[in-house]
């Protein structure tokens, strides 16, 4: 029984005020979270005041990127060991926005991936398509290329200690959802690729949807047998929408 998971990506929105009253709305609602695990994912420098305020709490948090380097000449990067210290339970990797707008290959991503490993950080590894590839029919072909160089490089047994999130780029931030349907077919294919490496490391692995969830279409897409939760932009900036979306988990 995979437990459902919804992780809340704050990209680089907010400051110190805004996050707090935030958190204090969010911790309000903790106690409608359906036995959901939460988690929320903080700029870099927020780390230490959000890990402060979620102490006593239920609800985790991660980073939204990490180094592939252990420690170094770096300028400016971030390593799985200094996030480990600040008591981050995840990081984000592969995001859509990462691979695109700081060119990170998948080799890079399989890098950073193993890194959070080795610090004992769950890598929330992100894979999904665009709409050209959807559009030419290649939405399979995307998605296992991106998983394959990470399961080449971590092997399928460090699975066991990650999360994956399905993520169109076409419905990120875009207002368009990807329909349950959709959504479940890709999880499918993406479970029954792991299964033919490892069907307990499949069975256990939880796939989280990612692009325009909102409180209004949470329940559809969580309601599918291979959607275990999800990864949460616009909708974690608002505390009501994100505890209604955590409230949405069923299973
Ligand atoms: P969105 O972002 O919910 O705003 O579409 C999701 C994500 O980028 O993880």
Redesign the pocket.
């Known amino acids: 029984m995979r437990q459902p998971l919804v992780v809340g990506?704050w990209?680089m929105h907010g400051n110190a005020g805004g996050i707090r009253s935030l958190m204090a709305e969010l911790i309000e609602a903790e106690g409608a979270f359906s036995g959901a695990e939460v988690g929320v994912c903080p700029p870099f420098v927020f780390l230490p005041m959000v890990t402060e305020l979620c102490a006593d709490l239920s609800i985790r948090v991660g980073a939204q990127n990490v180094s592939q380097h252990d420690n170094g000449a770096f300028t400016g990067e971030v390593s799985a060991a200094m996030l480990a210290e600040l008591g981050a339970a995840y990081v984000?990797v592969g995001?859509?926005?990462r691979r695109e707008f700081f060119a990170e290959s998948s080799e890079t991503v399989a890098e950073k991936f193993l890194a959070a490993q080795a610090h004992g950080l769950t890598p929330v590894l992100?894979l999904g398509e665009t709409l050209q590839q959807r559009e030419r029919g290649e939405t399979e072909k995307t998605v296992l290329a991106q998983l394959d160089t990470v399961l080449a490089a971590a092997g399928v047994e460090a699975f066991a200690n990650s999360v994956l999130?399905y993520?169109p780029v076409w419905?990120?931030?875009?207002?368009k959802?990807a329909s349950p349907e959709q959504a479940q077919q890709v999880h499918q294919i993406l479970r029954e690729h792991i299964a033919v490496k490892d069907p307990a490391v499949a069975d256990a692995l939880r796939i989280l949807y990612?692009?325009?969830?909102?409180a209004t279409n949470a329940r559809a897409l969580f309601s599918q047998p291979d959607i275990d939760g999800?990864?949460?932009?616009?909708?974690?900036l608002e505390a009501g929408q994100f505890a209604a979306i955590c409230a949405s988990m069923e299973n």
């Open positions: 990506n990209k984000l995001h859509s926005e992100c999130a993520e419905a990120i931030g875009t207002g959802t990612g692009g325009s969830i909102k999800g990864l949460v932009g616009g909708a974690s």
